[in-house]
């Protein structure tokens, strides 16, 4: 499925002549923190005076002399691909990312890239990864990019389609899925609370609960946020702020309180015990 890969940390001579003994025709050195193929490197063990290495973390991969008709970069979808173009290097460069000069070909998803596909949808979907883009080299992945993984607008030019559309529809439904699911969770919520508290709410009106709750706890998220000057700046920890008078108000007597009690013992409310006799 893949050439055999391995992550090295401050690659040396000795070390790179170890891996050269596995692979004679040569590996490829690729920097963890670039991208658009930058500081990609082949050693093909007399060149070592040429490369331009540092103390960073390396990934080193078979050579695959294949790449010299392309690297093919299909978009995957929810675990499915959606679109593909073979990039070709320059004259001169076995990399083909268009960063690095390389051209966008019109391509095909054959047999063997869907079963590439198949092989790794359940990793995608099962890590979150519901867009990416993978790379294939003479029938081998060699990368699956995550974190902005390009070619879309080379895919739509080279087939006349728009992956975009597909994306954000998927995007769509996705949110509407989760926001369909939060709000069953805070519906259910919201007959716990009114259950727990003997409040009785009507049907209809839990939505508008629901939504001040969701307020509520929004709020609550951004004085979590919020530093202690700023809090002071906003007089919300200011006690002078939630100052009222201290007004005699009519109150309600004994009887009509314990209606609302489930059980009663005279003019107490019965509960179950909560703390245990020892």
């Given at each position: 499925?893949?050439?055999?890969?391995?992550?090295?940390d401050?690659?040396?001579?000795?070390?790179?002549?170890?891996?050269?003994?596995?692979?004679?025709?040569?590996?490829v050195?690729?920097?963890?923190?670039?991208?658009?193929?930058?500081?990609?490197?082949?050693?093909?063990?007399?060149?070592?005076?040429?490369?331009?290495?540092?103390?960073s973390?390396?990934?080193?991969?078979?050579?695959?002399?294949?790449?010299?008709?392309?690297?093919?970069?299909?978009?995957?979808?929810?675990?499915?691909?959606?679109?593909?173009?073979?990039?070709?290097?320059?004259?001169?460069?076995?990399?083909?990312?268009?960063?690095?000069?390389?051209?966008?070909?019109?391509?095909?998803?054959n047999?063997?890239?869907?079963?590439?596909?198949?092989?790794?949808?359940?990793?995608?979907?099962?890590?979150?990864?519901?867009?990416?883009?993978?790379?294939?080299?003479?029938?081998?992945?060699?990368?699956?990019?995550?974190?902005?993984?390009?070619?879309?607008?080379?895919?739509?030019?080279?087939?006349?389609?728009?992956?975009e559309?597909?994306?954000?529809?998927?995007?769509?439904?996705?949110?509407?899925?989760?926001?369909?699911?939060?709000?069953?969770?805070?519906?259910?919520?919201?007959?716990?609370?009114?259950?727990?508290?003997?409040?009785?709410?009507?049907?209809?009106?839990?939505?508008?609960?629901?939504?001040?709750?969701?307020?509520?706890?929004?709020?609550?998220?951004?004085?979590?946020?919020?530093?202690?000057?700023?809090?002071?700046?906003?007089?919300?920890?200011?006690?002078?702020?939630?100052?009222?008078?201290?007004?005699?108000?009519?109150?309600?007597?004994?009887?009509?309180?314990?209606?609302?009690?489930?059980?009663?013992?005279?003019?107490?409310?019965?509960?179950?015990?909560?703390?245990?006799?020892?």
């Amino acid at each position: 499925l893949i050439p055999k890969t391995f992550l090295i940390d401050k690659p040396n001579q000795s070390i790179l002549e170890e891996y050269i003994e596995i692979f004679p025709t040569g590996i490829v050195i690729k920097p963890l923190n670039l991208c658009g193929g930058e500081g990609v490197q082949m050693y093909n063990g007399t060149n070592f005076d040429s490369l331009n290495l540092d103390d960073s973390q390396y990934i080193i991969q078979e050579f695959i002399k294949e790449v010299y008709e392309g690297d093919k970069r299909i978009i995957m979808l929810n675990g499915e691909p959606l679109g593909a173009i073979l990039r070709v290097a320059k004259e001169g460069s076995f990399i083909c990312n268009f960063h690095a000069g390389g051209s966008p070909y019109p391509t095909e998803i054959n047999k063997d890239d869907i079963n590439i596909c198949n092989k790794i949808k359940s990793f995608l979907i099962e890590s979150d990864i519901y867009f990416a883009g993978i790379d294939i080299i003479g029938g081998k992945l060699t990368e699956i990019n995550i974190t902005s993984p390009t070619c879309v607008q080379e895919i739509n030019r080279a087939n006349n389609v728009k992956l975009e559309k597909n994306v954000l529809d998927f995007i769509v439904e996705k949110l509407k899925t989760w926001w369909d699911f939060k709000m069953s969770e805070e519906k259910e919520l919201v007959k716990k609370i009114s259950k727990l508290s003997r409040l009785s709410v009507e049907e209809e009106k839990i939505d508008s609960f629901v939504k001040n709750f969701s307020e509520i706890l929004s709020y609550i998220e951004l004085l979590n946020l919020a530093s202690e000057d700023q809090l002071e700046k906003n007089n919300i920890t200011n006690p002078d702020y939630a100052k009222r008078d201290d007004d005699s108000i009519s109150k309600l007597d004994v009887d009509e309180v314990l209606k609302n009690a489930p059980r009663k013992d005279g003019n107490f409310f019965l509960v179950k015990k909560v703390i245990d006799e020892e």
